[in-house]
């Protein structure tokens, strides 16, 4: 079964640096999403892609997030200046065009951002 | 999208039927229910939707009153791989976000 694929399972990293998480999405799938869940909290809405273009975001996608479809297969979600508070698994999810199909998603098995 | 409302927990022995109860009084009549379902620290999963009619799928059945007020999701022969948490969605299928609540623990006991 088509799986979507997530990179790196858990990374760590100190306050301010950087952080790209990679996604690689079911190849026919034409949407694309972060959703984000803290430890003990709600799966919580980050971002859609749609075109090459965010289609909507929450108001937790501030200036420090930003994310990237580079290639036909990657689609990345990159935190600037990372903060405590993003300690988080991050879920990557996909899905098809088609309109019967337009809330089924599937979801990667994320990737667990651990920031000191 | 209208509010769900689920018990925080359940218990099911293995090999019963779990029948896991939703809430949405709210429902407008181009909103579907969709059920997804999170295994410990994995990614949610898609379990099934529907507009009005009872659907069936691999995973489960998904049964909707006919007010389409509320909805039971039922695993027919629930096993220890099913201890989850359950999430009841109501959303138009425009595709906007999806938003989970606290959803249903399942355990499900040998």
């Known amino acids: 079964e088509p799986e979507v694929t997530q990179t790196p399972s858990h990374q760590v990293t100190q306050m301010g640096q950087e952080v790209i998480l990679r996604c690689v999405p079911i190849?026919?799938?034409?949407?694309f999403y972060w959703y984000r869940q803290i430890l003990g909290q709600k799966v919580e809405f980050l971002v859609s892609?749609?075109?090459?273009?965010?289609?909507?975001k929450s108001e937790i996608f501030d200036d420090q997030f930003s994310v990237e479809r580079p290639d036909g297969s990657n689609f990345t979600l990159k935190i600037r200046s990372t903060k405590l508070e993003d300690s988080a698994m991050y879920f990557c999810?996909?899905?098809?065009?088609?309109?019967?199909?337009?809330?089924?998603?599937?979801f990667g098995a994320g990737s667990r951002l651990t920031v000191l | 999208d209208a509010k769900t409302t689920q018990p925080p927990s359940m218990d099911c022995a293995e090999g019963r039927a779990a029948n896991l109860p939703c809430n949405h009084s709210?429902?407008?009549?181009?909103?579907?229910v969709y059920w997804y379902r999170q295994i410990h620290s994995q990614g949610p999963q898609y379990i099934i939707h529907?507009?009005?009619n009872n659907e069936t799928n691999e995973m489960a059945s998904l049964i909707i009153t006919e007010d389409r007020k509320s909805s039971t999701l039922i695993l027919p022969h629930a096993t220890l791989r099913d201890t989850a948490v359950y999430y009841c969605?109501?959303?138009?299928?425009?595709?906007?976000?999806?938003?989970f609540g606290e959803g249903t623990q399942l355990t499900v006991n040998p």
């Open positions: 999810a996909s899905r098809t065009g088609v309109h019967s199909g337009a809330n089924v998603l599937t």
């Open positions: 190849s026919n799938h034409l949407y």
């Open positions: 892609f749609y075109n090459n273009e965010i289609s909507e």
């Open positions: 709210t429902i407008s009549g181009n909103e579907y």
């Open positions: 529907g507009l009005k």
């Open positions: 969605i109501v959303i138009e299928t425009s595709g906007s976000r999806l938003t």
